[in-house]
């Protein structure tokens, strides 16, 4: 294998641990919150809150992964339509 065939799978592999990062910090991005009544009498609800730190680590996280899937994607493309030369 070239360089840049292992470059670019080693980018793409990247991006799937920077994928599988990002979910694993979504799941944990957000929780429930208690809601005190309006009114007296009525019953206490919930809510969903993010934690904002963890959202954009999520966010990072995605980012990353994108443009590392597409760039090793792109380098591996063109390492494979490359002729290989051999120079005398």
Do not use: K
């Amino acid at each position: 294998m070239r360089a840049a065939t292992i470059r670019a799978l080693v980018e793409l592999a990247l991006a799937g641990a920077a994928a599988a990062g990002c979910a694993a910090s979504w799941l944990n991005v957000s929780y429930l919150a208690l809601v005190a009544p309006v009114i007296d009498g009525e019953p206490v609800t919930t809510s969903v809150t993010y934690q904002p730190r963890m959202l954009l680590l999520v966010l990072l996280l995605a980012t990353i992964a994108g443009v590392l899937a597409v760039i090793g994607t792109a380098r591996l493309r063109r390492a494979r339509r490359r002729p290989t030369t051999s120079i005398p």
